[in-house]
């Protein structure tokens, strides 16, 4: 593959090239996810989602991350948390709820 070349003459970086390495704004991150830029405040907020690198005032994000933080939540891997008072089943060391 022949060198890259950037607008200053520089050798591009081949890895950079790459669109897993593209840094996305929050609202270039929303639009990806197909998610408001609230939603994606909210990933970072909750830890789905971090920030690379800021421009200026501006939280940056790699697009491979978002992608990422997108697809883990709409197909979460793990089922939600139970919602009953019995966490763990009877064993054998373990009494059985009296109700």
Known sequence: MPPQ???RGIQADPALADPS???LTTTEAAEIAQVSP???R???RRGYLRPVARYGKRNLYREDHVLRAERDRRNPSTPPPETSPARHPPGPDRPTAER
Do not use: G, M
């Open 38 to 40: 609230a939603c994606i």
């Open 42 to 44: 909210q990933w970072v």
């Open 21 to 23: 390495h593209r840094l």
């Open 5 to 7: 070349f950037s607008r």
